[in-house]
């Protein structure tokens, strides 16, 4: 989608029957991956985890990684690479040793941060309407992104290590999060989930936010108005079918959600793409830092 001296943006969409879903891949260059879709992934020196909206992956340059199906549609995915001299520099701020090491990003994956998140889509969504002319203005957002996504993750792990985590309340939480990123278009119940995780309601909702640090409730509410955001930036379907589709109960209650949580109502970030002679600081941080949301 864009490249210069500095930063790349591109994407992935690989449909779950494609030959090449299931074939191991090496990424070029330093890469903070947001996936659209639940897939399982196995990247190098990591556990196997799900990677859904509520994750981005991290990549070093030459890692490998290998995929299975969870969402039948397949993989889709935003990625933002950076260079080695300027990604060292980001991490210093956070881990010295690790932007001295010959791996910078120390880990495969972390919670993702939902403002970045939003804002990573409205940069993507003005690239996709067409080439913004200020480059500037996508450097700095890839980099605002990338240091807010990284804060995050470290204030994940060091969360972890207060809190013993086995193996047994790491698989039980995958399997949870499998099965809802596959109902990121109804409702769920306890009942659900502890069937289909083959657990006690009580074991499964303590284990998940011991390992998360959030409920299962928080967990799908954002999966699910992640997912709105594609019908909601790339299709003209009024909100209240968005809302419907996703679980939400109305037109009102998803407004009040979006809003709460990304600091726009879903028809501010619906007006976000750009046109093509449109500057991308209009649209894309110069809206979302006069809301607040950056």
Same mark, same amino acid.
């Given at each position: 989608?864009?490249?210069?001296?500095?930063?790349?943006?591109?994407?992935?969409?690989?449909?779950?029957?494609?030959?090449?879903?299931?074939?191991?891949?090496?990424?070029?260059?330093?890469?903070?991956?947001?996936?659209?879709?639940?897939?399982?992934?196995?990247?190098?020196?990591?556990?196997?985890?799900?990677?859904?909206?509520?994750?981005?992956?991290?990549?070093?340059?030459?890692? #490998?990684?290998?995929?299975?199906?969870?969402?039948?549609?397949?993989?889709?995915?935003?990625?933002?690479?950076?260079?080695?001299?300027?990604?060292?520099?980001?991490?210093?701020?956070?881990?010295?040793?690790?932007?001295?090491?010959?791996?910078?990003?120390?880990?495969?994956?972390?919670?993702?941060?939902?403002?970045?998140?939003?804002?990573?889509?409205?940069?993507?969504?003005?690239?996709?309407?067409? /080439?913004?002319? #200020?480059?500037? #203005? &996508?450097?700095?957002?890839?980099?605002?992104?990338?240091?807010?996504?990284?804060?995050?993750?470290?204030?994940?792990?060091?969360?972890?290590?207060?809190?013993?985590?086995?193996?047994? #309340?790491?698989?039980?939480?995958?399997?949870?999060?499998?099965?809802?990123? /596959?109902?990121?278009?109804?409702?769920?119940?306890?009942?659900?989930?502890?069937?289909?995780?083959?657990?006690?309601?009580?074991?499964?909702?303590?284990?998940?936010?011991?390992?998360?640090?959030?409920?299962?409730?928080?967990?799908?509410?954002?999966?699910?108005?992640?997912?709105?955001?594609?019908?909601?930036?790339?299709?003209?379907?009024?909100?209240?079918? &968005?809302?419907?589709?996703?679980?939400?109960?109305?037109?009102?209650?998803?407004?009040?959600?979006?809003?709460?949580?990304?600091?726009?109502?879903?028809?501010?970030?619906?007006?976000?793409?750009?046109?093509?002679?449109?500057?991308?600081?209009?649209?894309?941080?110069?809206?979302?830092?006069?809301?607040?949301?950056?």
């Amino acid at each position: 989608m864009f490249a210069n001296s500095l930063v790349a943006v591109g994407y992935v969409r690989c449909a779950a029957n494609h030959p090449s879903f299931a074939a191991r891949a090496q990424v070029a260059g330093y890469r903070f991956v947001f996936p659209r879709r639940s897939v399982l992934i196995q990247a190098t020196s990591s556990r196997r985890f799900v990677s859904d909206a509520s994750v981005v992956e991290f990549y070093n340059d030459g890692d #490998e990684f290998t995929r299975a199906v969870i969402d039948p549609l397949g993989d889709e995915t935003e990625w933002y690479q950076v260079g080695d001299a300027d990604l060292r520099d980001v991490v210093r701020e956070y881990d010295p040793a690790a932007a001295d090491s010959p791996r910078p990003f120390r880990f495969a994956h972390g919670p993702t941060d939902t403002r970045a998140y939003v804002l990573q889509r409205a940069l993507f969504r003005a690239l996709a309407a067409g /080439r913004p002319r #200020e480059h500037l #203005e &996508i450097e700095e957002t890839v980099f605002t992104v990338l240091d807010r996504v990284l804060a995050r993750a470290y204030e994940s792990r060091r969360r972890s290590r207060v809190v013993r985590i086995t193996r047994e #309340e790491r698989d039980i939480t995958d399997r949870a999060k499998a099965v809802l990123g /596959r109902m990121t278009s109804t409702r769920a119940t306890l009942a659900t989930i502890a069937r289909a995780t083959a657990v006690s309601v009580f074991h499964l909702s303590r284990v998940f936010r011991k390992v998360t640090g959030r409920t299962l409730a928080k967990h799908h509410l954002q999966l699910r108005l992640l997912a709105s955001l594609t019908p909601l930036g790339e299709s003209d379907a009024p909100i209240e079918e &968005i809302a419907n589709n996703h679980g939400f109960v109305g037109h009102s209650h998803y407004s009040s959600v979006f809003r709460r949580v990304f600091g726009v109502p879903p028809s501010t970030y619906r007006t976000l793409p750009t046109a093509p002679r449109r500057h991308a600081a209009d649209t894309v941080l110069g809206r979302l830092s006069r809301a607040g949301v950056v």
